[in-house]
């Protein structure tokens, strides 16, 4: 089956623009989590959404960051007033269910770059 | 802010050879879960081990967790060139959600 899907794949922005991250979960998967990784860093957990519960944003770095999950399915990670240090490869997972023994499936990633 | 710390942070290796990982965390977790990475992309689940767990194996993996000093280490065992990527332990900390991952180490096995 299809495994998660992001798009773009890569996108080069000017500093102050806003841009929108796109994440296609797995079909059924009820959870669903936005990371960061930077140049040469691990992964850093920026929100996750659970079913029809509140999201834990409690990742998020800053208020230029925001995100949203319409029908349960898809997500978009929305960053606003691009900055510089905002370049990463920004990661999208889904999880059967939120359970903490529930293998998370990863996408390909969007790198961004912040000119 | 990140719990677990890989070490060694770069190893390369033949073909044939061992490839020992280990990582540390910092507080109690649930379980701790070892990813792969290749050219800084997605990640791939390799295996998952609980924290009432002390072994376990697939294939050429090898897995390990002490509890005690909270750390854990990935053998993967006769490498291959193919083996070559980054591999991340990553913790799901006993009063969390997300996954918390960290820096990783950078494989490389030569033919």
């Known amino acids: 089956g299809a495994g998660v899907s992001q798009s773009p794949s890569n996108k080069v922005t000017e500093k102050g623009k806003d841009v929108e991250l796109r994440c296609d979960p797995i079909?059924?998967?009820?959870?669903l989590y936005w990371y960061r990784q930077s140049l040469g860093q691990g992964l850093e957990f920026l929100i996750y959404?659970?079913?029809?519960?509140?999201?834990?944003k409690s990742g998020l770095p800053s208020d230029r960051f925001s995100a949203e999950r319409t029908g349960g399915s898809v997500s978009t990670l929305t960053i606003q007033r691009t900055q510089q240090e905002d370049s990463a490869v920004y990661l999208c997972?889904?999880?059967?269910?939120?359970?903490?023994?529930?293998?998370?499936?990863f996408g390909p990633g969007t790198r961004l770059t912040v000119l | 802010s990140q719990q677990g710390e890989e070490d060694p942070q770069a190893l390369s290796i033949q073909e044939g050879e061992n490839a020992t990982m280990n990582c540390s965390y910092k507080?109690?977790?649930?379980?701790l879960q070892w990813y792969r990475q290749n050219s800084g992309r997605g990640l791939v689940h390799l295996i998952l081990?609980?924290?009432?767990?002390r072994e376990k194996h697939s294939g050429r993996l090898r897995v390990t967790l002490d509890t005690s000093k909270k750390s854990s280490s990935l053998l993967i065992t006769a490498s291959r060139a193919a083996d070559t990527a980054s591999y991340f332990c990553?913790?799901?900390?006993?009063?969390?959600?997300?996954?918390?991952f960290g820096k990783g180490t950078t494989l490389s096995v030569s033919s």
């Open positions: 997972a889904s999880s059967l269910q939120q359970g903490r023994t529930d293998t998370q499936y």
């Open positions: 079909s059924g998967h009820t959870a």
């Open positions: 959404f659970q079913g029809n519960s509140a999201p834990d």
């Open positions: 507080t109690s977790i649930n379980n």
């Open positions: 081990i609980r924290s009432n767990e």
């Open positions: 990553a913790t799901v900390p006993v009063a969390g959600t997300a996954l918390i």
